[in-house]
């Protein structure tokens, strides 16, 4: 499959155990966030999202915390399970045209 | 899935030559985007579509140029293909952008490689 990211963070974990990803943003003006997965030789899949308005929202297993004041992102996933396996990247969004900016992800390793 | 296909899946070109890439969606979005995705790098932006025979230019526009004649098609063109345009090739689309929300929906890529 396609190859993401030679040189990306890693974590690894035990399946079953909680992750943490995180993610630094760059702009303070953004006010959209979102998380993607992506597989081996598949596109990003989108994940869950938060606007600026919020400090955390949460999804099926997938928790988004958003510190504003230190433009920091975090996505925590409840129970890893071996199908988490994957990268993880944060995009953010703001401005005229609302276009979204990459960060360059952390892959997510589980183990048996 | 969201609807969104892209062909070819794979492509092997060589210097030089003119390579298209199409993407096809079935959602009726207004927005459409074409990035590339490098190892070392996030997916970065090469042009976006906001509508029919509207379209802009992103982050890393040079040596593309695009095209949308209706909703669903948006297509990518390398004129001249060289080798520092080998990477995978990723459509996106949005339904919106406004309020700074911007939820964007993956095509499967294309991996392209030039010789």
């Known amino acids: 499959g396609e190859s993401v990211g030679l040189h990306l963070p890693t974590l690894s974990v035990q399946e079953g155990d909680n992750s943490i990803i995180n993610c630094a943003y760059s702009?303070?003006?953004?006010?959209?966030f979102i998380w993607y997965k992506q597989e081996s030789g598949k596109g990003p899949q989108f994940i869950i999202d938060i606007r600026s308005n919020m400090d955390k929202r949460q999804g099926q297993r997938v928790t988004v915390l958003l510190n504003k004041t230190v433009k920091h992102l975090s996505l925590q996933i409840a129970a890893t399970q071996p199908g988490d396996s994957a990268v993880y990247f944060c995009?953010?969004?703001?401005?005229?045209?609302?276009?979204?900016?990459f960060g360059k992800g952390t892959k997510l390793s589980v183990k048996p | 899935d969201a609807g969104i296909t892209q062909s070819p899946r794979h492509k092997v070109t060589e210097t030089g030559t003119p390579v298209t890439l199409r993407c096809h969606q079935t959602e009726n979005h207004r927005y459409m985007y074409w990035y590339r995705q490098d190892p070392g790098h996030g997916l970065r932006l090469i042009h976006y579509?906001?509508?029919?025979?509207?379209?802009d230019k992103g982050e890393v526009s040079d040596g593309y140029s695009v095209s949308r004649s209706k909703t669903e098609d948006f297509l990518l063109t390398l004129e001249s293909a060289t080798s520092s345009q080998t990477s995978v090739y990723f459509c996106a689309i949005s339904l919106e952008t406004s309020g700074g929300y911007n939820e964007q929906f993956f095509g499967p890529g294309t991996r392209l490689t030039v010789l």
């Open positions: 995009a953010e969004s703001g401005g005229s045209q609302g276009n979204l900016i």
């Open positions: 579509s906001y509508g029919v025979k509207d379209t």
């Open positions: 702009n303070s003006a953004s006010d959209y």
